[in-house]
């Protein structure tokens, strides 16, 4: 967006909007996982989605004319465990893996240079963080990230510039990018990220589909950029500003659960 642009929209406020969400036969709508549809949590494992918001997503799941998926930077497998078996599209570790709501799934893999520079990559933040035992590290298939969340904030922050000092050095190698995200930092192989994996999910779709795209993060706005002006809009979630690429916004993940709940009853003659 340019600086004049006032920002996003408030989504509850755009009657233009919800006529399209009665009106367009085709609906994908794809959502983020954590600060969209879980709150942030500092133990990762238990951020479980807000109460109530999976018997919400269950019911648009079984309406005719809305498909869901579930994009995020964690692997498919730990969506499972927080979502359960929810029988929808889920594109996790930034697109790096993609799993079809009929199980099908396709993974992509780093190649020899990309693999070494990530364990590399690894060993380095390791040895940083053996003074820091509050972050925590995580190894994906095409990226490694740092976590601090739940450390105080001048110290998360030193230990990002810390790690993000050396991981700088890796990204003369071709194929390599660094990424802040809400809670921490990764680094990863470039071309391969919700952006992709929301194109991937589109290529198979109806040509009249109206893409709803939900996130709350700096990764996210890969997403925005694919669907914004071409086949839907992007939805940030937090406070408005004009450093998003989505029109509109929602206020937290309470909005989120009242959001879903609207479109329910907005596409409740879709079953």
Same mark, same amino acid.
């Given at each position: 967006?340019?600086?004049?642009?006032?920002?996003?929209?408030?989504?509850?406020?755009?009657?233009?909007? +919800?006529?399209?969400?009665?009106?367009?036969?085709?609906?994908?709508?794809?959502?983020?996982?954590?600060?969209?549809?879980?709150?942030?949590?500092?133990?990762?494992?238990?951020? %479980?989605?807000?109460?109530?918001?999976?018997? *919400?997503?269950?019911?648009?799941?079984?309406?005719?004319?809305?498909?869901?998926?579930?994009?995020?930077?964690?692997?498919?497998?730990?969506?499972?465990?927080?979502?359960? =078996?929810?029988?929808?599209?889920?594109?996790?570790?930034?697109?790096?893996?993609?799993?079809?709501?009929?199980?099908?799934? +396709?993974? %992509?893999?780093?190649?020899?240079?990309?693999?070494?520079?990530?364990?590399?990559?690894?060993?380095?933040?390791?040895?940083?963080?053996? =003074?820091?035992?509050?972050?925590?590290?995580?190894?994906?298939?095409?990226?490694?990230?740092?976590? *601090?969340?739940?450390?105080?904030?001048?110290?998360?922050?030193?230990?990002?510039?810390?790690? %993000?000092?050396? +991981?700088?050095?890796?990204?003369?190698? @071709?194929?390599?990018?660094?990424?802040?995200?809400?809670?921490?930092?990764?680094?990863?192989?470039?071309?391969?990220?919700?952006?992709?994996?929301?194109?991937?999910?589109?290529?198979?779709?109806?040509?009249?589909?109206?893409?709803?795209?939900?996130?709350? @993060?700096?990764?996210?706005? @890969?997403?925005?950029?694919?669907?914004?002006?071409?086949?839907?809009?992007?939805?940030?979630?937090?406070?408005? *500003?004009?450093?998003?690429?989505?029109?509109?916004?929602?206020?937290?993940?309470? =909005?989120?659960?009242?959001?879903?709940? =609207? +479109?329910?009853?907005?596409?409740?003659?879709?079953?």
């Amino acid at each position: 967006m340019t600086s004049d642009n006032p920002g996003p929209s408030h989504v509850f406020k755009d009657r233009n909007f +919800w006529q399209n969400v009665r009106l367009v036969r085709h609906k994908l709508l794809a959502i983020d996982y954590d600060g969209t549809l879980a709150p942030f949590c500092i133990d990762r494992m238990t951020a %479980f989605p807000l109460p109530g918001i999976m018997d *919400t997503l269950l019911n648009i799941r079984d309406t005719k004319h809305t498909s869901i998926a579930i994009i995020s930077g964690r692997p498919v497998n730990e969506i499972l465990f927080l979502m359960g =078996e929810i029988n929808v599209d889920i594109v996790g570790s930034h697109g790096a893996e993609i799993r079809r709501h009929d199980g099908t799934i +396709w993974t %992509f893999h780093p190649g020899s240079k990309q693999k070494n520079m990530l364990k590399q990559s690894e060993e380095q933040a390791l040895s940083i963080l053996s =003074e820091f035992h509050e972050a925590r590290i995580e190894r994906k298939l095409n990226s490694i990230a740092v976590h *601090t969340r739940g450390m105080k904030p001048d110290r998360a922050e030193f230990v990002e510039k810390q790690i %993000f000092s050396v +991981w700088v050095r890796n990204l003369q190698e @071709d194929g390599m990018e660094c990424r802040r995200f809400n809670g921490g930092i990764e680094l990863r192989c470039k071309g391969i990220n919700k952006g992709t994996g929301i194109s991937n999910l589109l290529r198979d779709q109806s040509p009249d589909l109206f893409c709803v795209y939900i996130g709350d @993060d700096d990764t996210d706005e @890969d997403a925005f950029k694919v669907i914004e002006g071409r086949c839907g809009t992007g939805i940030k979630v937090g406070l408005p *500003t004009s450093k998003t690429l989505a029109s509109r916004c929602l206020q937290d993940v309470q =909005e989120v659960s009242r959001f879903l709940i =609207e +479109w329910c009853n907005v596409t409740i003659n879709d079953r």
